[in-house]
C-alpha cells in the first residue's frame, strides 16, 4: 500500500471521528427544538456552550479542573505505580503471583464506590481519601498490564539473557521493561483514564472543589447546564489525556510493529 | 315541536359538557416524596398519615384514578428533577430544594404547608472542646447543603453571632457525615434528630433547635404542577383535602403517640423520635394555613438562597403560593377555624 493511499485512509478515519459528535449534536438540538424534553433537563447546546463561557470567565471552571488534575495526578502516580511494581514482581516470581494474584482479582469484583463509606472512616473527608479512591481506579488496570506484559515476554529472551549471564538490573532494563513495555503503556493509558473517571466520583463525598464538585452541587441547586457544562469538560479532559498518550506510545514505540500492519 | 327543536341542542349541549367533565379526570395521580434519610421508603408527618390511613386511594377509589407513589432517594433534588421531566404531578418536600426548583424554573405552584416544625441536631466529637454553637468558630461542619439542615444551621449560626464565613461547610450526606464524625475528620455534623452515634459514645450533642422559635425550623410543603392543576383543579384540591384530613389527625394531642410509631417506620429510633416530639406544638407543627408567617419565611428563604448564590434569580413568592385549593377544602371540611394563623415571624 502506497503511503499517500495510507495518509488517505488516516485522513477519512478522522473525518469520520467528527460525524457521529455532530450526529449527537443535531440530535440534541432537534430533541430540545421539537420540544422532545423539556430544556430545564435537556438544556439546549447554545446554552451549555454560554454557561461553559460563564464558567471560564469567572474563573471556577478553571480552579474546579486545576483541582481535579491534582487529585487525578497524586491518585494515579500512587496507584500506578504500586500496580507496576506489584505487577513486576508478580510477573516475575510465579510464587506471589500465586499467592497475590486471586487476591487482587478477587478486590477488583468489588464495586470501588461500596468500599468509599470505609475509605472515609480510614482517610478521613480531607484529600488523603479522595487521592486514595483515585488510586484505587489507578491501580488494577496497572497491576494487571504490567504482570500480563512480563510474564509475557518470551521464553527466549529469557534464556538468551540467562546465557549472557545478565545481572538482575540489565536484566530486567534490558530485557524484561522492553518486551513488557507495549502492555505497560496500555496500562498506563487505562490507568489515567479511570484516575479521571475516579475523580468525579471522589468529590461526590466531602469536596469543595473539583469538576465533579462542581456538577454535584450544580445538580442539588437544580442547575442542569452546569452538570452537562461538566460532562462535557469532562469528555474533553478525557480524550486530550488518551490523545496525549497515544502520541507518547507512538514515539516510545517506535519500533513496534502494530497489530493492523501500520507502524506505530 | 318546535319546543323541541330548541331544547335538543341545549341537552345535546349538556351531554357532551357531561362527557367532557367525565373526561376531565387523571388516570393516575403522581405523587413523590422524599425517601427517608434512615433508611426505609416510608414517610414521617402527614404524608406517612396519608400512606397508613389510606387517604389518597380511598378519596379516588371511586373514580378509578389510580394513585402511583414514589419515594425519592435523592431527595429534594430528585423530586425537581422528577418535576422537570414530567415525572410528577404532587411533591412533598423541604423549603429549599423547593425554592431552588421553583427559581430554576419550574413550573409549579405551592398550594400547602405540610411541616411547620422539623429540627436540626448538632453533633460533635467526643474528644473536642466545643460545647456551644459558638465554639464552632473556624471549624469544620458536615452538612447536606442546598436542604432546610443546612437553612436552618445558618440561622443558628447567626443567631450566636456566627455566619457561614467563619465556619468550614462540609457536603456530605447524612451517612457520609456519620462517617465522617465517627472517623474524626470533620469537628461537628448538623443533622436529623437520629444520632446513633450519640448513643454509641462517639458523638456527643450540643444544640438542637426544639427550644427555638418555630420559625427558625425546617418547613416542607405540597407543591403541584401547574399543568396539572389547570387541568385538574377539583382533584388538586381533593389532594389537598386528604393531606387536611392527614394534618388534623396530625395535629391531634391524643395521637401523638401514634405519629411517633408512624415515624419509626423510616427506620428512626423511638427514643430520639419521641425525644424530637416532646414539648412539640403539633397544631403549629402541623398547621396547613399558609398564614403571612409562612409567606414571610419563604421570602426570608428567597433572599438567603440568592446572597449565598443557591438560586440565580429571585421570584414572586406571593403569586407562587396558591391557597384556594386549601381554602376550599378547609371550607368542606369544616376546619376553616381549626388552626390558628400565624401574621408574624
Redesign the interface.
Known sequence: MSKSLLKRFEWKDKLLAFIVPLLVLVAWQSAVSLQL??E??LVPPLTVMNTLVDLARTGDLTNNIISSLKRVLSGFLLGASTGFFLGLLMGLSSLLDRFVGPLIKACKQVPQFAL??LI???????EV?KVVFISIGAFFPMVFNTYQGVSGVPKKYRELARVFNYKSFRYLTKVILPGALPSIITGVRHSLGLSWMFVVGAEL????SGVGYMMV?A??????DIVMAGLFVIGIIGFTMNIILQIIEKRVLRWRVSFDGRMA | MKKWLTVLPVAALLFTGLIAHAEEKPKVIRYGSVGNAFGKPYAAGTDGVVDVQALLVNEFRNDGVRIERTYYTATG?GL??AF???LLDFGDYGDLPIV??K????KTKYILPTNKGSNIYIIATPQSKISSVKDLKGKKI?VT??TYLHLTLNRVLEANGLTEKDVKL???ST??AQ??I?????DAFAGLPDRPLVDQGLAKLIYDTRKDPQKWRGRSGLLVSEDFARKYPEFTKRVVKAKIKAAHWASQEKNREALIQLALKTGSGYKVTKEDFAGQDLTAKYSPLADQSTVNQYKEIVDFAFSRG???KKFDVDTWIDKSFAEAALKELGLQNYWTPLSKE
Open positions: 424534553f423539556s430545564m433537563i468509599m463509606p472515609i472512616l480510614w482517610f478521613g473527608i480531607d481519601s463525598f466531602g469536596s469543595e452541587w445538580r442539588q441547586l437544580f442547575q442542569i | 433534588p425537581n428533577e422537570a421531566a414530567g431552588v426548583g427559581a430554576g424554573g419550574l458536615a447543603k442546598g462540609v457536603n456530605l451517612s457520609d462517617n465522617a465517627a472517623a474524626g475528620s470533620v443557591l438560586i440565580r
